[in-house]
């Protein structure tokens, strides 16, 4: 009989989740809102309930969901299935699997969203072909997943790859969610992106195409408009570049990664956005002629299913 795992992704705002069969294929996917404010509880019988119908969906038969995997962000407790502390669900000591584990009767295994996204992209995406490989996903918030060997690498702790909160800017005055100061999540994030254009538009009076989306601007239009040559969209897109590429360059020279590969919405920018990471990627990592490529994500939403199914397969 073949064996189906589902894949769960859990947000601040929505679950995703999928049916993948072993060969790397959703069969269906869906997604439900998080409701982060009610009890975990709660939250945890809502995804075993979108399990159960994802699994009605798909055709499957009595015994032939083989799994469950979990990509959950913040710092997780992989062993015993345990999210230690998530700033963006604000969580803390929450045993997640056990709980969704008590409704579906089927092993659950957990592991940090952005680790969940880097191993889809290594099982079906952009980071197919390379050994080794470091994931970033730039979205609300900023995380990463490093995979040597085919392993994902998480550390004594769980803080392994949370590259979003890696110190970049000695000037920042604002504190992270994180309760750090300085954070590439502060600067590099989809939030972090918009608040940066906000500094520079409130800075001084320079005309810019910016200005017409007022205090709502986001992350796109910044990116849309420094496309189009706008001038202060652009200096916001070299400061974004610039801590990236740092990052990247303290990353290349620690792991030593085949690749990079940039996911999250901003990687939607695409190319244009890895241009002005690479520029000052390659200024930082002089030593090295055979560094990580930069690459995008090739699964988009679907990246952290695919993963933490494959977690569980
Ligand atoms: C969290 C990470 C998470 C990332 C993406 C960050 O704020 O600290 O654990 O992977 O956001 O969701």
Redesign the pocket.
Known sequence: MKKYYAGLDL??TFVKGGIVDEEGKILVKDKIPTGRERPYTEIAADMARLVKDLAVRAGLAEGQLAGVGIG????IDAENGVIVY???IRWENVPLCGAVREQLGVPVCIT????AAALGEHFCGAGKKFGSMVFI?L???????IIVDGKILSGATGSG??I??IHVRDEETEH???GGKGCL?QVA?ATGIAREARRVLAADETPSAMRRFEDHISAKNVLDCAKSGDALALQVTETVGRYLGLACAQIALTVDPEAFVIG?GVSRAGQFLIDVIQKYYDNYVAISANKGVLTLAKLGNDAGIYGAARLVL
């Open positions: 947000g601040g959950s962000p913040g710092l998530s700033n963006n940090n969203d952005a680790n996903t979205g609300t918030g900023v995380g990463g997943g790859g949370e979003g909160h992270c969610n994180c999540e994030s999250g």
